[in-house]
Nanobody
Framework: VQLQASGGGLVQAGGSLNLSCVVS????????VAWYRQARGKSRELVAG???????NYEDSVKGRFTISRDNAKSTVYLQMNSLRPEDTAVYYCFTTNRHYIPTYHDKLLDYWGQGTQVTVSS
């Protein structure tokens, strides 16, 4: 299983970025997908998730600004990030799992991570 993320970079506050992650080696359309982030000195947190049926959930601080989507034909998950803030600065990781839903607890045998892409928002 491989996850290849792209789209990170440096942007000014108020700007936008669109992250993409191509997933290979799984039954993509059957699996939940998500984006996590980890800021320096902080633990990794769930930013946005989408079940295999399309149900979404978002971390409170990104609601109304970020949108997760998926293209099953391309085995790709996206994260459109608008109205970016300096506190959104982090390494963003794409994620998928052999489960239909985003799990609360991770399992190394079921869950897969991308390599991470840096997002930096300047004030």
């Amino acid at each position: 299983v491989q996850l290849q993320a792209s789209g990170g970079g440096l942007v000014q506050a108020g700007g936008s970025l669109n992250l993409s992650c191509v997933v290979s080696g799984t039954f993509f359309h059957l699996n939940a997908v998500a984006w996590y982030r980890q800021a320096r000195g902080k633990s990794r947190e769930l930013v946005a998730g989408m079940s295999s049926s399309g149900t979404t959930n978002y971390e409170d601080s990104v609601k109304g600004r970020f949108t997760i989507s998926r293209d099953n034909a391309k085995s790709t998950v996206y994260l459109q990030m608008n109205s970016l803030r300096p506190e959104d600065t982090a390494v963003y990781y794409c994620f998928t799992t052999n489960r239909h839903y985003i799990p609360t607890y991770h399992d190394k045998l079921l869950d897969y991570w991308g390599q991470g892409t840096q997002v930096t928002v300047s004030s």
